[in-house]
């Protein structure tokens, strides 16, 4: 598979799979520790004490392991690239590897976790041996409480691509589909603006209250009809003039965009209108939700500018996913818990040999930028989960001994075994963000030691929360050609995601079996990760 996947990269030149629930895994796995932990004031120390730095070894896919003892990154709930990457492979083909982003295969799916009672996150740490000597997997895992009804109003202006290319079936009439649902879900104390794009921009409907308007809104969706090229700077332009003409005060203001992300009038590179967007964020408070659609579909273009807009992307294919999208996941999507989030884990030195954060390669943050609020972070709406997956060499007097009973330490107390010998800390994760009304900054911690990550293996029973994770993770790594320590053949990949399916009823998380078969279908060479 490493040389298709090398072949396709230098042939290339090297928005749904939505946030989906799985059903009956919660996260009751063995080796777990969970903590909300108080929220720290404002500016405190990093995480941990100053220490020397881990010795630097080799990574499984011939990268670098991180020569530091912190990993900083901004929160992403974006899950356009795993929604991309089922449709392509449901008609036959490998997705480019560029456009794989591990943390939106496994951010695809929300995991049990905790969630807090107020406004801030939850912090769950957990992990089990993975199938290679000395290696395990930790879970980072961050959750906000869900809507309770009582959101405040939204302004959204809709920024619809009607350019020719969206003429294919599955883009403009999915999209008025879409939006038609959402005309029937939003609240009459919400406003909607309509503007459209092809090798112009053309304002459809001012901002309007949708109390009132209900026939209004359907009669101008209705109406959608593609013509030339598109022009997806001048579209996002204007949408955000009327944004900015239209925000209300107390409400979320949000400009959503609808296109296949062809851009190929106007600027195409995305530069000029990166500006224009981090402007009205900074401003105004105006944040970006991306909506993908269509077989031949503007990925990269798209998450580009969606990070940037301190919003997020997904995909959709069908109509039932824009209903999700649209219908069971609209709190998520109108209702902030968090700006400018972001997430820093310190590993401990005498403990970790190496570690390695799978995926979030574009949401990187400088370490000595994690406390500083005028820096970038993720947006994260209300029942978002987040979470990151690493791979951790313990040191061996860490580790223990592998498959001996001993002292369990905290993850004896949540039904894990422990590992003879198996001791230390092995990392503090610290989530940051600012609050979405007061830009207030607070800060929750969790902590994990040796024995929640060297008492089980992954694939034992027990783990089925994690199993999931895993599977996503080692899955897209695969498609874009890596190697993580202790990855499963393609088969027997989907022969975990399909037990796991039958096990919880999922139908998620039967399509990510699909999805894997399809890839290892494509795959004619014999697969040099088996394990």
């Not at 991306?290 to 798209?302: L, N």
């Not at 800060?443 to 990550?453: H, K, P, Q």
Request: charged letters at 25%; glycine letters at 12%.
């Amino acid at each position: 598979m490493v040389e298709m996947v090398t072949q396709r990269r230098r042939a290339a030149g090297v928005l749904l799979a939505g946030a989906l629930l799985l059903t009956g895994c919660s996260g009751g796995s063995g080796g777990v520790t969970r903590s909300s932990g108080d929220r720290s004031a404002p500016g405190q120390a990093a995480p941990g004490q100053a220490a020397p730095a881990p010795t630097v070894s080799q990574a499984p896919d011939g990268r670098p392991a991180s020569p530091d003892r912190l990993s900083t990154f901004a929160l992403d709930v974006d899950t356009a690239s795993y929604g991309y990457a089922r449709r392509t492979l449901a008609e036959g083909r490998l997705p480019d590897p560029a456009d794989v982003r591990p943390e939106e295969f496994v951010n695809s799916f929300r995991p049990d976790y905790p969630r807090p009672k107020d406004n801030g996150f939850s912090v769950t740490l957990d992990g089990a041996r993975a199938g290679a000597a000395g290696w395990s997997l930790l879970r980072v895992g961050l959750a906000t409480r869900p809507s309770d009804g009582e959101r405040p109003p939204a302004a959204l202006t809709f920024v619809v691509d009607v350019s020719g290319s969206m003429g294919e079936p599955g883009r403009l009439g999915l999209v008025k589909e879409s939006l038609g649902l959402l005309a029937d879900r939003l609240r009459d104390d919400d406003s909607v603006a309509l503007v459209t794009f092809s090798s112009d921009a053309e304002v459809r409907l001012p901002m309007t209250r949708v109390g009132g308007n209900r026939g209004r809104l359907h009669d101008a969706v209705d109406a959608l009809e593609t013509s030339s090229s598109t022009n997806v700077e001048a579209g996002v332009r204007t949408g955000y003039d009327v944004a900015v003409d239209g925000r209300r005060a107390g409400a979320t203001n949000r400009v959503v965009l609808l296109s296949d992300a062809l851009a190929n009038t106007g600027d195409t590179d995305a530069a000029g209108i990166l500006e224009r967007i981090d402007q009205e964020r900074r401003a105004y408070g105006i944040t970006l939700f991306g909506v993908g659609v269509g077989s031949d579909y503007g990925d990269a273009f798209m998450e580009k500018l969606a990070d940037k807009g301190d919003g997020h992307t997904t995909y959709v294919s069908t109509p039932e996913q824009a209903r999700k999208v649209f219908v069971d996941q609209l709190p998520g999507h109108v209702e902030l818990r968090a700006r400018d989030a972001k997430a820093q884990v310190a590993f401990d030195p005498a403990t970790v040999e190496s570690f390695r954060l799978i995926g979030y390669e574009n949401r990187e943050v400088a370490d000595e930028d994690f406390r500083d609020d005028r820096v970038d972070g993720g947006e994260v709406g209300a029942g978002h989960t987040v979470t990151a997956l690493y791979a951790v060499k313990l040191r061996p007097g860490a580790a223990g001994t592998a498959g001996e009973p001993g002292k369990a330490g905290k993850a004896g107390k949540a039904g894990g075994a422990g590992t003879a010998g198996a001791r230390g800390r092995v990392a503090t994760a610290t989530v940051r963000w600012l609050d979405p009304v007061t830009r207030a900054p607070h800060e929750r911690s969790g902590t994990v030691d040796a024995a929640a990550l060297t008492g089980t293996a992954i694939w034992d029973g027990g783990h089925d929360s994690l199993q999931l994770t895993a599977i996503a993770a080692y899955f897209a790594d695969r498609l874009r050609g890596g190697q993580l320590p202790g990855a499963p053949a393609l088969s027997s990949l989907a022969a975990h995601a399909a037990a796991l399916a039958e096990r919880a009823g999922s139908a998620s998380v039967r399509e990510l079996a699909e999805a894997i078969r399809s890839a290892d279908s494509l795959d004619d060479s014999s697969d040099p990760y088996a394990s």
